[in-house]
């Protein structure tokens, strides 16, 4: 079982980067998944998450009304479109997949991918 995640890199305040985590080894359609960052000296924070079938998606206040997430199934993928983005949003970003109940904390889930670093320049 493998999580790539794929798509960060340096971009200047304002700008957007769309990151992807494709899924390798099973089928996770079931499952629900997140994405959580961290940044450097801090330590992991929750940033999106949506549920198996898309019915319920919740955001860190941080982040909401400038990142969407958002999965296919068929591709057994979930995204992260991140617009606006600002320094503070420089981190590794971390996606991540769970069954059963839809969680906020890193604890809880059960396969992780291998992190992809977002970089914004001010």
């Known amino acids: 079982v493998q999580l790539q995640a794929s798509g960060g890199g340096l971009v200047q305040t304002g700008g957007s980067l769309r990151l992807s985590c494709a899924a390798s080894g099973r089928t996770f359609s079931s499952y629900h998944k997140a994405w959580f960052r961290q940044a450097p000296g801090k330590e992991r924070e929750f940033v999106a998450v949506i549920t198996w079938n898309g019915g319920i998606i919740d955001y860190a206040d941080s982040v909401k009304g400038r990142f969407t997430i958002s999965r296919d199934n068929a591709k057994n993928t979930v995204y992260l479109q991140m617009n606006s983005l600002k320094p503070e949003d420089t981190a590794v970003y971390y996606c991540?997949?769970?069954?059963?109940?839809?969680?906020?904390?890193?604890?809880?889930?059960?396969?992780w991918g291998q992190g992809t670093l977002v970089t914004v320049s001010s």
């Open positions: 991540a997949v769970k069954r059963g109940y839809m969680a906020y904390a890193g604890r809880e889930y059960d396969y």
